[in-house]
Nanobody, 117 residues
Framework: QVQLVESGGGLVQPGGSLRLSCAASGFTFSSYAMSWYRQAPGKERELVAG????????NYADSVKGRFTISRDNAKNTVYLQMNSLKPEDTAVYYCYARRGFSNDYWGQGTQVTVSS
């Protein structure tokens, strides 16, 4: 059974930090590119950051470059999103996404991140 379980969300003040984790099971994690998406109320889901399989190349949305860092640990089947200098506009539900090719993809259930004073 495929599972992507996000954790680490919560309430944080502007300027603060959070580290999201996504634990994967039920598929060959190291063979999948991993991404974090987010969806704010009333907005479409958007790509935040992605990381490739073995080489670990990364890409980021312009809005989070320099503040967020995506990483993966293939030995632990886990992908992380370190979020620093958080802003109120980062408030959203954050989703973990796994993809291999064009027909194999999985979503996590999401974790809420709220940035507010």
């Amino acid at each position: 059974q495929v599972q992507l379980v996000e954790s680490g969300g919560g309430l944080v003040q502007p300027g603060g930090s959070l580290r999201l984790s996504c634990a994967a099971s039920g598929f060959t994690f190291s063979s999948y590119a991993m991404s974090w998406y987010r969806q704010a109320p009333g907005k479409e889901r958007e790509l935040v950051a992605g990381i490739t399989t073995y080489r670990g190349s990364t890409n980021y949305a312009d809005s989070v470059k320099g503040r967020f860092t995506i990483s993966r640990d293939n030995a632990k089947n886990t992908v992380y999103l370190q979020m620093n200098s958080l802003k109120p506009e980062d408030t959203a539900v954050y989703y973990c996404y796994a993809r291999r090719g064009f027909s194999n993809d999985y979503w996590g259930q999401g974790t809420q991140v709220t940035v507010s004073s």
